[in-house]
C-alpha cells in the first residue's frame, strides 16, 4: 500500500514538472471605481510579457496607510464595474481571492493561497512606481519576492531603483485616478473617457459617489 502511494505520489510530481508554465499577471487595488489607466496598464504589461492572462484583483480591506478602510459603495458593486469594464477582453479576467478571504488584503497571502492552487504558473505582481519605493514595507516581503516577479509601472518623479528585483515596463501616462473620478461625480461633471461607457452607465444607474 505504501509503495503504491509512494509511486502515486511521484508520478503527480513528474506530471506537475513537466506541465508547461503559465505566466500570468495581477493587478490588485480598490478598483473604486476601476477606469482607464487600470485597462492601459493591464494591457501593456500583458503585451510586453507575453503573458497568458492578466488578473483583476479587487481587494476586501486595504492595508496600505492613508487609504479609508470603510468603502462608499460595496464589494459587489466593485466587482460589477471591473467585470463590466474587462468583459470584451479575453485575456482580462477577475480574481475574487482577496475578497472571498475577507479581513485585511495582504499580497503575501494572496500569493501564497494562488500558489497552491495553481502551482503551474508564475505570478506577476503589478505596481506603480510609488509602490516600489514602499516595498521594504510589505509583510513578508523578503519571502515575497521569492514567490512572485514584481512588475514596477514608471511614473513620473520616481526613479526606476530598488534593492528587490524589478521587471520594468513602460506604459502610457494617463493622469487618471479613482479619487478623481468620484469627486467629478460628486461634483456633477463628466466622466466620459475615463471610464469604460458602462462603468459610467452603472455608476450613473446605482446612483454612486453621490
Same mark, same amino acid.
Given at each position: 500500500?505504501?509503495t503504491k502511494?509512494?509511486? &502515486?505520489t511521484?508520478?503527480?510530481? $513528474?506530471?506537475?514538472?513537466?506541465?508547461?508554465?503559465?505566466?500570468?499577471?495581477?493587478?490588485?487595488?480598490?478598483? +473604486?471605481?476601476i477606469?482607464?489607466?487600470?485597462?492601459?496598464?493591464?494591457?501593456?504589461?500583458?503585451?510586453?510579457?507575453? &503573458?497568458?492572462?492578466?488578473?483583476?484583483?479587487?481587494?476586501?480591506?486595504?492595508?496600505?496607510?492613508?487609504?479609508?478602510?470603510?468603502?462608499?459603495?460595496?464589494?459587489?458593486?466593485?466587482?460589477k464595474?471591473?467585470?463590466? !469594464?474587462?468583459?470584451? +477582453?479575453?485575456?482580462?479576467?477577475?480574481?475574487?481571492?482577496?475578497?472571498?478571504?475577507?479581513?485585511?488584503?495582504?499580497?503575501? $497571502?494572496?500569493?501564497?493561497?494562488?500558489?497552491?492552487? +495553481?502551482?503551474?504558473?508564475?505570478?506577476?505582481?503589478?505596481?506603480?512606481?510609488?509602490?516600489?519605493?514602499?516595498?521594504?514595507?510589505? !509583510?513578508?516581503?523578503?519571502?515575497?519576492?521569492?514567490?512572485?516577479?514584481?512588475?514596477?509601472?514608471?511614473r513620473?518623479?520616481? $526613479?526606476?531603483?530598488?534593492?528587490?528585483?524589478?521587471?520594468?515596463?513602460?506604459?502610457?501616462?494617463? $493622469?487618471?485616478?479613482?479619487?478623481?473620478?468620484?469627486?467629478?461625480?460628486?461634483?456633477?461633471?463628466?466622466?466620459?473617457?475615463?471610464?469604460?461607457?458602462?462603468?459610467?452607465?452603472?455608476?450613473?444607474?446605482?446612483? &454612486?459617489?453621490?
Amino acid at each position: 500500500m505504501n509503495t503504491k502511494k509512494q509511486l &502515486l505520489t511521484k508520478v503527480k510530481a $513528474e506530471i506537475r514538472t513537466n506541465m508547461p508554465r503559465r505566466h500570468v499577471g495581477i493587478l490588485g487595488g480598490t478598483f +473604486n471605481p476601476i477606469h482607464l489607466g487600470h485597462l492601459v496598464i493591464a494591457e501593456q504589461v500583458y503585451q510586453q510579457l507575453r &503573458l497568458s492572462k492578466v488578473l483583476f484583483l479587487p481587494d476586501k480591506v486595504p492595508p496600505h496607510r492613508g487609504v479609508s478602510k470603510t468603502k462608499p459603495i460595496s464589494s459587489d458593486d466593485r466587482i460589477k464595474m471591473i467585470k463590466l !469594464a474587462i468583459e470584451d +477582453n479575453m485575456h482580462f479576467d477577475l480574481d475574487l481571492t482577496d475578497v472571498n478571504r475577507g479581513g485585511v488584503s495582504y499580497t503575501y $497571502e494572496t500569493i501564497k493561497i494562488l500558489k497552491q492552487c +495553481n502551482p503551474d504558473t508564475e505570478y506577476y505582481f503589478i505596481i506603480g512606481g510609488d509602490m516600489v519605493e514602499n516595498l521594504p514595507k510589505w !509583510a513578508h516581503i523578503d519571502e515575497l519576492v521569492q514567490m512572485v516577479h514584481f512588475v514596477g509601472v514608471c511614473r513620473k518623479g520616481y $526613479e526606476k531603483s530598488s534593492k528587490y528585483p524589478i521587471l520594468w515596463v513602460n506604459t502610457p501616462e494617463l $493622469e487618471i485616478s479613482s479619487s478623481m473620478i468620484r469627486n467629478k461625480v460628486r461634483t456633477g461633471k463628466s466622466i466620459k473617457y475615463l471610464v469604460p461607457d458602462s462603468v459610467a452607465d452603472y455608476i450613473q444607474d446605482r446612483g &454612486l459617489y453621490r
